[in-house]
């Protein structure tokens, strides 16, 4: 039996504790630092010569890293070095390859804590207390609650009569595992390449730009951990340079991504393009956007609901795919709501992550920033919409947007449907009267069904909502903010334009990670064709 999984207790980083004091000192330690940031192909670290530099997102002028990117000949040798390291790592014994995550995860509690947290509050500018769930505790749950899930699949055995003994193995795939990683959590970052490698795979692993100072971080864990070389490669670069190659290997056998819902149609596109090519069809995995909702009923308390929409809407400046970003309140409950929700609002300090009573830091790029502050423009100048807080900005220092409210009378307006994935919040005001047909509405106006949330003290108008809710999202919450899935508790995944829903932090990604086969001894083999009813009987009637 491998160790009981529990979830990592989060730290609070509070005022004159250790933790804090410890975190602040490798923050300043590594925000004083240019880290160079190679490729990892084979185990070795490659330096191509095409870097790029890294900067803090909350301090455009400070440098801390330098990034080397990856052209054909290196994508190359990290396809070929994946299958070449595959035998030797699917035949080792299961417990040695969980020895390795288990260890990493025992690091990461410990001696290496400080530094991932550090390197995801520099890079993508989280504050304390996000990089705690995210970096560590959430990954340090991955890392463990994977192996818990491992040894569970593998006891899954058929049964067996006698003289038979039936067995399932559950073999990695044939060929690679792609994993493509995103920039807003350090966690996702270090379990898609990690969580196929668990049951027997090996990986080429291409993180995101954005994230590529943790992402360097989370290797040199693994590498410390024990992870052998050519197991995981990681490869920065150009999304479009890397998946022409990775698509076009004969030895392709999986994609674990997660992203834009553009990007994943293209890459299942081109996977159908290539299928003929591969030794098998691949397996596809893939979290993608949200248009991610709060609803409140009549009976919902306002101070719980606007809180909520704090939380849920602006934690880590809105850029969860599970944020909420669409808000329908009813008419009786609106003014308490908008008070209390205006009044917290008023207390939120904006600014770098090295302030810890920043509750909201910078957006993660200029791409980020011009797109989001796009949206707010669109708003400022429309008739049907009333910025009801935020909408300032600026990129002089960093890309800061303050916590943004719309209060809008058109419900299909496009900041109601379109993702934004930033702080910006839309607020729809509807008739009390109008609960379930609010509820159809919440349905029909977005392609994505990822996360929600209803608040209601009404049991019937709970049980009434979570039935009408039952298709469009993966993640539902009663009475909670729709973000904050924790491993183990709420594995986390959505249908339609949100993915495949595969549920991370729980067995069920795992499984989509092996191939089963079947294998079935016989102790006591026959040695004549003939079966017993071919035998003669005095008794039968000759009916010939």
Known sequence: MVPTPTNEPVRSYAPGSDERASLRKRLSEMRNEVVEIGAFIGGKEVHTGTEIPVYAPH?????????????????????????????????LPWT?????????????AGPWRDTINAST??????????????????????????????ERIYQEQPASSPGIWNKMQYRPLEGFVFAVTPFNFTAIAGNLPTAPALMGNTVVWKPATSSIHSSYYIYKLLEEAGLPPGVINMIPGRGSQVGKHVFSSEHFSGLHFTGSTSTFRYMWGTIADNLGSYHSYPRIVGETG???????????????????IVRGGFEYQGQKCSAASRIYLPESRWEATRDVLLGQLS?????????????????????????????????????????????GYSDEEGYFIEPTVLLTQDPTYRT?????????????????????????????????????????????????????????V???????????AVVGQQPFGGARASGTNDKAGSHLNLLRWVSARTIKENFNPPSDYRYPFLENDPDDVNII
């Open 96 to 108: 040695e390859r969980a020895s390795v995550f288990l260890k990493a995860a025992d690091l990461l």
């Open 416 to 472: 109601m449907c379109e993702e934004i994935f930033g702080p910006v919040v839309s607020i729809y005001v509807y008739e009390d009267s109008k609960y379930m047909e609010t509820l159809d509405l919440v349905d029909r106006s977005s392609p994505y069904a990822l996360t929600g949330a209803v608040f209601a003290r009404d049991r019937d108008v709970i049980i009434a909502s979570t039935e009408r809710l039952s298709d469009n």
């Open 59 to 91: 301090e455009l002028s400070r440098q801390i890293g330098t990034s080397h990117q990856c052209g054909e000949t290196d994508i190359q040798n990290a396809i070929k070095s994946a299958v070449e390291a595959r035998h030797e790592w699917k035949n």
């Open 347 to 391: 207390e939120i300090k904006v600014g770098p992550v090295e302030d810890f009573s920043n509750f909201m830091n910078a957006v993660i790029d200029r791409s980020a920033f011009e797109s989001i502050t796009g949206y707010i423009d669109h708003a400022k100048e429309s008739s049907d919409v009333e910025v009801l807080h935020g909408g």
């Open 290 to 308: 949200g248009k991610d909702f709060i609803v409140a009923h009549a009976s919902a308390d306002p101070a719980e609901v606007a809180t909520a």
């Open 474 to 484: 993966g993640n539902f919450y009663i009475n909670d903010k729709p973000s904050g």
């Open 121 to 150: 509050m520099l890079g993508q500018s989280k504050n304390a207390y996000q990089a705690e769930i995210d970096s560590a505790c959430e990954l340090i749950d991955f890392f463990r609650f994977n192996v818990h899930y491992m």
